[in-house]
């Protein structure tokens, strides 16, 4: 069993919808969580990170993270074609451990 | 200011030969780390450098190595090549202060290719 699960999708919407990406983690020791947007052939793109439980909002994006349930979320909110992208959940274990984790990646397509 | 970079941009080598690829960071950070992305796949930890110093390393084997300059700036070897070391290989360059390493910047990857 993977340490991060996330649905490699794809997944695709039409201009304007609200986008969910999920996440799920078996590793208690994940205390640091990040998204990632990487277009074609381009390197990870960091959106946003957070290290506690609840939400936090930036521009369209809003990351939700529930360490009881051990599950991260991402919402885009009024999506654009430009969103278009694979999307990485990203987690660390704080202390000295500095790897980050990723998930396999959810490929979005929005169409106009 | 210029992101993080890395050099080549494409490779092709063939199974049994040696490989470098180099990594220049984000101004102003001091810690870079490797990843290995198969396609279709998320990044792998391979490890990462700080003080010039292998500070953590993933489950890569040893014909993985690495180097950091003075100047912060970061080589991968990879030696005895095989068919599956083909991947995209990325660096990323962080700061280590308050946010430690939780804002990691990669660069756009150098695309390795085993014949």
């Known amino acids: 069993q993977k340490e991060v699960e996330q649905d490699p999708g794809p997944l695709s919407v039409p201009e304007g919808a609200i986008v969910s990406l999920n996440c799920t983690y078996s590793?208690?020791?994940?205390?640091?969580f990040m998204w990632y947007r990487q277009y074609s052939r381009k390197g990870p793109e960091l959106l946003m990170y957070?290290?506690?439980?609840g939400n936090k909002e930036d521009g369209r994006f809003t990351a939700q993270v529930d360490k009881s349930s051990k599950y991260i979320s991402l919402f885009i909110r009024d999506s654009q074609p430009s969103d278009s992208a694979t999307y990485l959940c990203?987690?660390?274990?704080?202390?000295?451990?500095?790897?980050?984790?990723f998930g396999s990646g959810t490929q979005l397509t929005v169409l106009p | 200011d210029a992101g993080v970079t890395q050099s080549p941009t494409h490779l092709i080598k063939t199974r049994g030969q040696q490989v470098t690829l180099r990594c220049s960071p984000k101004?102003?950070?001091?810690?870079v780390s490797w990843y290995q992305q198969a396609l279709g796949q998320g990044p792998q930890f391979i490890f990462q450098?700080?003080?010039?110093?292998?500070?953590q390393r993933g489950n890569f084997p040893d014909r993985f190595s690495g180097h950091q300059f003075p100047n912060y700036s970061s080589e991968l070897n990879v030696n005895a090549l095989l068919l599956g070391d083909s991947a995209l290989y990325l660096c990323?360059?962080?700061?280590?202060?308050?946010?430690?390493?939780?804002?990691?910047?990669f660069g756009p990857g150098t695309r390795l290719t085993v014949l």
């Open positions: 990203a987690m660390r274990a704080s202390g000295s451990a500095r790897q980050l984790t």
């Open positions: 101004s102003g950070h001091d810690t």
């Open positions: 990323a360059s962080s700061y280590l202060g308050t946010s430690g390493d939780n804002e990691q910047f």
């Open positions: 957070t290290y506690s439980s």
């Open positions: 450098y700080y003080e010039e110093e292998e500070r």
């Open positions: 590793n208690s020791a994940f205390q640091y």
